[in-house]
């Protein structure tokens, strides 16, 4: 098990170039060097991507917002209730966690969905204890979903906010 941060640094240098509202850029952790892995070792590998990447943003933080995904199982109805912290690493979807950057102007823009979300606690990574870090878990579906019946995606989802932002 091991995070390739030479594989991390060329892609966040690639996503910094090609972020815009409408292209947000992602990678999974499963694509940066580290072989099969636990679900308890993906959170690990979630955190020291994260961290990497909130460390190399550099003044790109008020134009991009890294924000960390950590898929859970997805659900037939909304249930506002979050996983508890013991239930977490069981919850967690087939989908490996992945890094995002999302340009800052997408929130300027209509994106209809069916959605809640709740501040979340996640003591299991030290990431999240960070100031400039807020953590949510959040169950939504996208308009389509809504309109066909389809399941809700949930998510435990960290978003990078600096102190110019707030």
């Given amino acids: 098990?091991?995070?390739?941060?030479?594989?991390?640094?060329?892609?966040?240098?690639?996503?910094?170039?090609?972020?815009?509202?409408?292209?947000?850029?992602?990678?999974?952790?499963d694509q940066l060097g580290a072989s099969e892995t636990s679900r308890e070792d993906s959170l690990l590998l979630a955190n020291e991507a994260y961290t990497f990447v909130l460390e190399h943003?550099?003044?790109?933080?008020?134009?991009?917002?890294?924000?960390?995904?950590?898929?859970?199982?997805?659900?037939?109805?909304?249930?506002?209730?979050?996983?508890?912290?013991?239930?977490?690493?069981?919850?967690?979807?087939?989908?490996?966690p992945s890094v995002y950057l999302?340009?800052?102007e997408v929130e300027k823009s209509l994106y209809i969905r069916e959605e809640y979300r709740v501040p979340y606690e996640l003591s299991l990574l030290?990431?999240?204890?960070?100031?400039d870090v807020?953590?949510?878990?959040?169950?939504?579906?996208?308009?389509?979903?809504?309109?066909?019946g389809w399941e809700y995606s949930r998510h435990v989802m960290l978003e990078?906010?600096?102190a110019t932002l707030r």
């Fill in 57 to 96: 943003l550099g003044d790109r933080t008020t134009e991009a917002k890294a924000v960390l995904f950590l898929p859970l199982q997805d659900m037939e109805t909304l249930d506002p209730r979050p996983p508890s912290r013991e239930r977490l690493v069981e919850e967690l979807g087939r989908e490996p």
């Fill in 102 to 104: 999302v340009s800052r």
């Fill in 134 to 148: 807020f953590t949510w878990y959040r169950i939504h579906r996208d308009e389509e979903a809504y309109r066909q």
């Fill in 126 to 131: 030290p990431v999240a204890s960070r100031p």
């Fill in 1 to 29: 098990m091991g995070l390739s941060k030479a594989r991390l640094q060329t892609w966040l240098d690639a996503a910094l170039r090609h972020v815009a509202p409408q292209a947000p850029q992602h990678i999974h952790i």
């Fill in 160 to 162: 990078h906010y600096p």
